[in-house]
């Protein structure tokens, strides 16, 4: 086995940029099965775009099979993902028919409602992290309101992080690095709105109750992510500290250190201390830079 396959296949969980991290040439591949993969060349695109998205996620926006995708880039690793003979993967044309089929035009349903414009196109292009600001907007929607978005490419890793607090999507390219996608919430579905009442404090998802020490900072906000899919461990975080008082200290809990996460925390004027009170658990202060 090579020395670039020693840490095992790569599987349909894995982030894109720790696909990326272990050999940056298989950004070819991902070029391959959709234009806007390309984007991934760019340093100041990858920071954003290829630690949010799954390898998993990336076939459905090339709109190619996630095993036939994981079979290139295995067996560019000299591994193999499923111990069988390597196939070739959709070619570049059938990934965008096959895309362009699960595409659906906006209808006039929801696009009569009210609209908020949010343009991340630009915070894209210069490396700047963009969730944070969509989730701020998703947060001030009235419940018959639409969330209008222009991105370079298809927000995937959103949809199902919408979808649980009862979001409805359209997707539509007017290029490849120029999208809009609206969401909205069906009339009479009964989910509140993003800004009524989910709470911040989420304990024990995952693993059990943890307990954390209040007493060496005062007006601590615990949040719980242990157990969420990739991206919204990170945009559930983001989110609370929109909304983090000065002088309190915002406590996430997880399996694990999360990486993706502290470059945005300095970037953003955050100051963070790990402990790792257990083998599986690791919390994470957060608190503003005095």
């Known amino acids: 086995m090579s020395a670039r396959s020693a840490r095992g296949p790569i599987v349909a969980g894995d982030r894109v940029s ?49 095993d036939h995708l994981l079979s290139d880039l295995n067996a560019a690793l000299g591994a193999r993902s499923d111990g069988g003979t390597h196939r070739p993967s959709t070619s570049p044309g059938d990934a965008k028919m096959s895309g362009e089929a699960r595409r659906e035009d906006p209808t006039d349903a929801h696009l009569s409602h009210p609209m908020v414009e ?3 196109r630009d915070d894209l292009r210069a490396g700047r992290e963009p969730f944070s600001s969509i989730m701020a907007a998703v947060s001030t929607l009235a419940d018959d309101s639409v969330l209008h ?34 969401f909205w919430r069906p009339a009479g579905d009964g989910t ?25 900072a005062p007006n601590v906000v615990q ?20 909304s983090l008082p000065a002088g309190s200290t915002l406590v996430q809990v997880n399996a694990r250190v999360p990486q993706v996460l502290l470059p945005i925390l300095a970037e953003r004027g955050f100051a963070y201390e790990i402990d790792e009170p257990r083998a599986d658990v690791v919390l994470v202060r957060i608190r503003h830079i005095a």
Do not use: C
């Open 18 to 66: 720790d696909v990326l991290a272990r050999d940056e040439s298989l950004v070819e591949i991902f070029a391959g099965v959709a234009p806007p993969f390309a984007k991934l060349r760019n340093r100041a695109m990858r920071r954003i775009m290829a630690r949010l998205v799954t390898v998993e996620q990336a076939a459905r926006m090339g709109g190619v099979n996630t």
């Open 118 to 120: 949010l343009d991340v």
């Open 149 to 182: 978005l222009r991105t370079l490419f298809e927000p995937v890793p959103l949809y199902a992080v919408l979808g649980k607090r009862g979001f409805h999507h359209d997707a539509t390219a007017h290029a490849t690095d120029d999208w809009s996608v609206w």
């Open 192 to 216: 509140p709105a993003a800004a009524e009442g989910r709470p911040i404090v989420e304990a024990g998802r995952s693993g059990g109750a943890v307990e954390v020490d209040t007493n060496s």
């Open 223 to 242: 949040l719980d992510v242990r157990g969420l899919e990739p991206p919204e461990p990170l945009l559930r975080t983001l989110e609370a500290l929109e």
